[in-house]
T-cell receptor, first 117, second 109 residues
Framework: DTGVSQDPRHKITKRGQNVTFRCDPI?????LYWYRQTLGQGPEFLTY????????KSRLLSDRFSAERPKGSFSTLEIQRTEQGDSAMYLC???????????????FGPGTRLLVL | AQRVTQPEKLLSVFKGAPVELKCNYS??????LFWYVQYSRQRLQLLLR??SRESIKGFTADLNKGETSFHLKKPFAQEEDSAMYYC???????????FGKGTRLSVIA
């Protein structure tokens, strides 16, 4: 499978613990996005990278959330001191900067479902 | 604020009936619009995009700038069309997507 992969697929943690999720984009995709999806809602944008540069992080939900893409390949999303409200599906997507129509098509991973007890 | 509205949470139609999933967006410029679909137990995937003007799996969508709408249509629904459909847009095509809340389409045999 050469699609976007995410690990773990499921995570149960206790309130106050730190969690880290990993996303491996499609090879050679230079853009990588993180979204959060809660029940009954569409995906909500969190942050994105062009190669290793984080282009937008103001939408991260609080300073407990941080993301990295140190070598411009895989990315990690960390949530510190988790709260029950952080329970959600965390989605990763990647895209080439340009496709034949010169607009982006984002390819999504399967998501990581987080449950904070 | 940039926003996408999908007014129907659930839409049920009979097989062979026409389908229209509504989408309205809030943006004064010329956005790029998309429909994404998520079938049961599968990941979110692109169904179609405004700029390509394609018909995918019999679905089409027309951008109406006057009504700021991008409704998804199919003349004859099939059972395999049952899924969650999300409308999304990006103001420039070069920024992150803004998604609607989604509409669950259920096609009844």
């Amino acid at each position: 499978d050469t699609g976007v992969s995410q690990d773990p697929r499921h995570k149960i943690t206790k309130r106050g613990q730190n969690v880290t999720f990993r996303c491996d984009p499609i090879s050679e995709h230079n853009r990588l996005y993180w979204y959060r999806q809660t029940l009954g809602q569409g995906p909500e944008f969190l942050t994105y990278f062009q190669n290793e540069a984080q282009l937008e992080k103001s939408r991260l939900l609080s300073d407990r959330f941080s993301a990295e893409r140190p070598k411009g390949s895989f990315s990690t999303l960390e949530i510190q001191r988790t709260e029950q409200g952080d329970s959600a599906m965390y989605l990763c997507a990647s895209s080439p900067t340009l496709d034949r129509f010169q607009w982006e098509t984002q390819y999504f991973g399967p998501g990581t479902r987080l449950l904070v007890l | 604020a940039q926003r996408v509205t999908q007014p129907e949470k659930l839409l049920s139609v009979f097989k062979g009936a026409p389908v229209e999933l509504k989408c309205n967006y809030s943006y004064s410029g010329s956005p790029e619009l998309f429909w994404y679909v998520q079938y049961s137990r599968q990941r979110l995937q692109l169904l179609l995009r405004h700029i390509s003007r394609e018909s995918i799996k019999g679905f089409t969508a027309d951008l109406n700038k006057g009504e700021t709408s991008f409704h998804l249509k199919k003349p004859f629904a099939q059972e395999e069309d049952s899924a969650m459909y999300y409308c999304a847009f990006t103001p420039t095509g070069n920024t992150p997507l803004v998604f609607g809340k989604g509409t669950r389409l259920s096609v009844i045999a």
